[in-house]
């Protein structure tokens, strides 16, 4: 989409070459690689959904750390996250991933089955609600997940947490993607206009909702979170009770 702000908070072109070529690229595993360089490729400018290499990296070592086992994923597009996760959790870890859109999910497949962690994961074409709901509901999977990551509906954001507080262990961690919007959070309203971005009113709209969510999580009590300045932004939730 011609116009549309790039989604990365570092706005020195030779400073995310650095960063990118240095220690993200050559740390890269080689199939997370080809899945990249397919999605753009064969989505484009859309290809921007997916994690940036060092985001993923990030999210990596943290599974590593945490020893994470189950995870849940919201929002998949062709696989990314969803596939640096299935290669951080163990051999008998398992992943419930999430999208509406399983086309997307199909094309990304090829890798993941070529990485040999197709096992690990579970993926459900659907809205992601009704699936949490549904695992709510199921007392033997309630406060049992380790880490969940969220890089779907914006507007959706603040539910999905609620949900997800519910699932996480206490001490678990959920993430999530995007919540600086291009740095447009720290812009007021007049400074956004004046910008001349593609589907101005959609981006100031999710700019508003991220804003909203932000506040929301640096209010909950029931977690303690970090805004890091990776990507889009990323904020961590580690669930207290």
């Known amino acids: 989409m011609a116009g549309t702000p790039d989604k990365i908070i570092l706005k020195s072109p030779a400073l995310i070459e650095y960063i990118f070529q240095t220690n993200a690229y050559p740390r890269e595993h080689e199939q997370l690689k080809e899945l990249r360089e397919a999605t753009v490729k064969n989505y484009d400018k859309i290809s921007l959904m997916s994690v940036p290499v060092d985001e993923?990296?990030?999210?990596?070592?943290?599974?590593?750390?945490?020893?994470?086992?189950?995870?849940i994923e919201v929002g998949v597009f062709t696989g990314y996250s969803l596939l640096t996760t299935a290669l951080?959790?163990?051999?008998?870890?398992?992943?419930?991933?999430?999208?509406?859109?399983?086309?997307a999910y199909d094309f990304g497949m090829e890798f993941i089955k070529k990485a040999g962690v197709d096992h690990k994961i579970n993926f459900i074409h659907s809205d992601a609600s009704s699936v949490l709901n549904g695992l709510i509901n199921d007392e033997k999977e309630v406060g049992t997940f380790d880490?969940?990551?969220?890089?779907?509906?914006?507007?959706?954001y603040e539910k999905y947490h609620e949900q997800l507080?519910?699932?996480?262990?206490?001490?678990?961690?959920?993430?999530?993607?995007?919540?600086?919007?291009?740095?447009?959070?720290?812009?007021?309203?007049?400074?956004?206009?004046?910008n001349s971005?593609?589907?101005h009113d959609l981006l100031m709209k999710i700019r508003n909702v991220i804003r909203d969510f932000n506040t929301f999580t640096a209010n909950d009590p029931c977690i303690e979170s970090s805004?890091?300045?990776i990507g889009d932004g990323l904020t961590l939730c580690r669930r207290l009770y």
Not at 56 to 70: D, E, H, I, P, T
Not at 147 to 156: G, H, Q
């Open 227 to 229: 805004l890091v300045s």
């Open 165 to 194: 507080v519910k699932l996480v262990k206490i001490g678990g961690v959920m993430a999530y993607d995007n919540t600086l919007w291009f740095g447009s959070v720290a812009e007021t309203c007049e400074e956004f206009k004046q």
């Open 56 to 71: 993923g990296q990030l999210l990596s070592m943290l599974l590593k750390v945490m020893n994470a086992k189950k995870t």
């Open 88 to 103: 951080a959790l163990p051999a008998h870890g398992n992943i419930i991933a999430i999208d509406t859109n399983r086309e």
């Open 197 to 199: 971005y593609d589907h």
């Open 147 to 156: 880490f969940a990551f969220v890089d779907a509906n914006k507007e959706e």
